[in-house]
């Protein structure tokens, strides 16, 4: 059975950093390109980072470059979501999700982990 399982959100203040973590079962994880998504209270899900297959290309939203880092590790069938230099405009739920490159649109989706940036 799939499963993707996000872990590692929280409260942290700004400025601050976290990692966050998703770990996938029940395919084949080095097939799939790996995103991070985000949707913040009252607004619609936006694409934040993406890292191909075998890690050779990532790709971020104009709001986080620089501050956020995606990677992957095939042997141990995760992702990572690297923040730093935190803002209250991060504050939203995380979902991390796969995507094989001949299918349209993303393939399977973990529930979400929740970040919180706050004084």
């Known amino acids: 059975q799939v499963r993707i399982v996000e872990s590692g959100g929280g409260l942290v203040q700004p400025g601050g950093s976290l990692r966050l973590s998703c770990a996938a079962s029940g395919f084949t994880f080095s097939n799939y390109a790996m995103s991070w998504y985000r949707q913040a209270p009252g607004k619609e899900r936006e694409l934040v980072a993406t890292?191909?297959?075998?890690?050779?290309?990532?790709n971020y939203a104009d709001s986080v470059k620089g501050r956020f880092t995606i990677s992957r590790d095939n042997a141990k069938n995760a992702v990572y979501l690297q923040m730093n230099s935190l803002k209250p405009e991060d504050t939203a739920v995380y979902y991390c999700a796969a995507d094989h490159p001949w299918t349209d649109g993303m393939d399977y989706w973990g529930k979400g982990t929740l970040v919180t940036v706050s004084s």
């Open positions: 890292i191909t297959s075998v890690g050779g290309n990532t």
